[in-house]
């Protein structure tokens, strides 16, 4: 690791660790890079960047869960479970680069994420994704996650995101006391993906409820929403990373499925 230039305030950490990622992205050149942000209350937040050779779209990615990915500065990554973390090989395989931000001192994300203040450092998290790739920008959460992104999406700059995808989102009110109905849906207006898992036994994000985020971003110009099916177990928590919650075993076809529509928004 090295750190190869400074530029905004932002520190960027070089990882050339193409070994460590699927075989199927090495027919492409591949760099992860550690980066940190600072922030205008203080403090600094990394973010893991993963960038294929030519990238149709960057995607930010917005774990769920307390949000600690746990990105240390010589790049081990504490905790690599979460679906927007794991899978991000497979992104960049399709050709997508993908920003994956840590929080801040470890800090708790849980009831924080529809705040106007982390508004904010999703915005931010879009301004360094364009900086990073002058293509399309997209917003992904997964879980507690997709609050984070409704309340970016909601509150992006005309034509800073071209889209955001919502994976099996908390919409129904548990320990964080706040779900994706909290982060303003009525200010999405860019097109939207909902995606749930039919199997997805996690209490506090059915599959049944779908429909109904969907139909509370009003002012998007067009919410599509997908059912999958399937997953495996392996967390003890029906919430946990590696369940159908998480599409644990069904990474290929959720990837696809995403990769697609962002396909098609980028085809217009």
């Known amino acids: 690791m090295s750190v190869m230039s400074v530029r905004s305030g932002v520190t960027v950490l070089a ?6 990622l699927a075989p ?16 205008a209350e203080g403090g600094r937040q990394r973010a893991l960047l993963v960038m294929p050779d030519r990238p149709r779209a960057i995607i930010v990615m917005l774990p769920g869960g307390a949000g600690d990915v746990g990105l240390s500065r010589d790049g081990e990554i504490r905790h690599g479970d979460n679906f927007t973390v794991r899978t991000r090989a497979l992104w960049a395989a399709r050709g997508y680069a993908v920003l994956i931000p840590d929080t ?12 106007v203040r982390y508004g904010g450092v999703v915005e931010r998290l879009i301004r360094l994704a364009h900086d990073e790739a002058a293509v399309p920008a997209f917003l992904l959460g997964t879980s507690q996650g997709s609050i984070a992104a409704m309340n970016g999406a909601s509150h ?10 919502l994976t099996e989102s908390v919409s129904l009110m548990g320990g964080s006391h ?10 999405v207006r860019v ?11 996690c209490d506090v994000a059915p599959a049944g ?6 139909a ?20 003890r928590r029906d919430c946990g990373s590696l369940t159908p919650h998480g599409y644990y075993g069904i990474e290929d076809k959720v990837v696809g499925l995403i990769g697609d529509w962002i396909q098609a928004r980028l085809r217009g």
Do not use: C, H, K
Not at 178 to 187: H, K, L, M, N, R
């Open 191 to 201: 097109p939207a993906l909902v995606v749930a898992n039919r199997d997805d036994r």
């Open 216 to 235: 509370a971003m009003t002012n998007s110009p067009r919410v599509d929403v997908q059912v999958v099916s399937g997953g495996i177990t392996r967390s």
């Open 156 to 165: 992006a700059r005309p034509g800073d995101l071209a889209g955001v995808i």
């Open 24 to 39: 199927a992205t090495r027919a492409q050149p591949l760099v992860e890079r550690l980066m940190e942000m600072p922030l």
């Open 178 to 187: 706040e779900t994706v109905f909290d982060a303003d849906p009525a200010g």
């Open 104 to 115: 801040v001192d470890r800090a708790n994300l849980r009831g924080l994420r529809s705040s």
């Open 15 to 20: 990882l050339f660790s193409v070994a460590a």
């Open 209 to 214: 409820m779908a429909p109904r985020i969907a």
